[in-house]
T-cell receptor, first 111, second 113 residues
Framework: KQEVTQIPAALSVPEGENLVLNCSFTDSAIYNLQWFRQDPGKGLTSLLLIQSSQREQTSGRLNASLDKSSGRSTLYIAASQPGDSATYLC??????????FGKGTLLTVNP | SAVISQKPSRDICQRGTSLTIQCQVDSQVTMMFWYRQQPGQSLTLIATANQGSEATYESGFVIDKFPISRPNLTFSTLTVSNMSPEDSSIYLCSDRSGSGEAFFGQGTRLTVV
């Protein structure tokens, strides 16, 4: 059974800092890995999708990497802003085409 | 990317009643997915809804409690039946693009009192 772990559970940083969020998964037989952002009480916004054959994806200040063989992904956020404050979720699509989510990292960027 | 409109965005309901949540997608999609997010937890898949067939439920979820309709390729509903305070959660619908990217509705924040 696939398990996804996200570290740290919470992170508080000053504005302007670069930061890294970590995601690990136990079964490397995945189709893709996706990073999401969730604001309190809201739905999920897709940030980046990495296919299993890819190593990284970039969108603006965000960069996500994937090391499928070791079961790890990182989300790098450059020059963080207070508007980046949210919960960041990592999810993998397994061989059954279902998404398995981590519990998320709660990010607070302080002005 | 697909745009999914979900409603209601939130509701407060009496125990023993039922609530139907609607999701409308701006394009035709084969499968739609319904998730539950309990307070402080991550998302758990309730069921997969295919047009023209019965929904497929995950372990721990049953049709009597969470009936799902999928009348066409752009619309689905999830009903939370005979609610109890333990059903207080955020409920989300989702679809997948051809590349496998998942998109979500805005979520329905349900509180059962």
């Amino acid at each position: 059974k696939q398990e996804v772990t996200q570290i740290p559970a919470a992170l508080s940083v000053p504005e302007g800092e670069n930061l890294v969020l970590n995601c690990s998964f136990t079964d490397s037989a995945i189709y893709n890995l996706q990073w999401f952002r969730q604001d309190p009480g809201k739905g999920l916004t897709s940030l980046l999708l990495i296919q299993s054959s890819q190593r990284e994806q970039t969108s603006g200040r965000l960069n996500a990497s994937l090391d499928k063989s070791s079961g790890r992904s990182t989300l790098y956020i450059a020059a963080s802003q207070p508007g980046d404050s949210a919960t960041y979720l990592c999810a993998v699509t397994g061989s059954n085409y279902k998404l398995t989510f981590g519990k998320g990292t709660l990010l607070t960027v302080n002005p | 990317s697909a745009v999914i409109s979900q409603k209601p965005s939130r509701d407060i309901c009496q125990r023993g009643t039922s609530l139907t949540i609607q999701c409308q997608v701006d394009s035709q999609v084969t499968m739609m997915f319904w998730y539950r997010q309990q307070p402080g937890q991550s998302l758990t898949l309730i069921a997969t809804a295919n047009q023209g067939s019965e929904a497929t439920y995950e372990s721990g979820f049953v049709i009597d409690k969470f009936p799902i309709s999928r009348p066409n390729l752009t619309f689905s509903t999830l009903t939370v039946s005979n609610m109890s305070p333990e059903d207080s959660s955020i409920y989300l619908c989702s679809d997948r693009s051809g590349s496998g990217e998942a998109f979500f509705g805005q979520g329905t924040r349900l509180t059962v009192v």
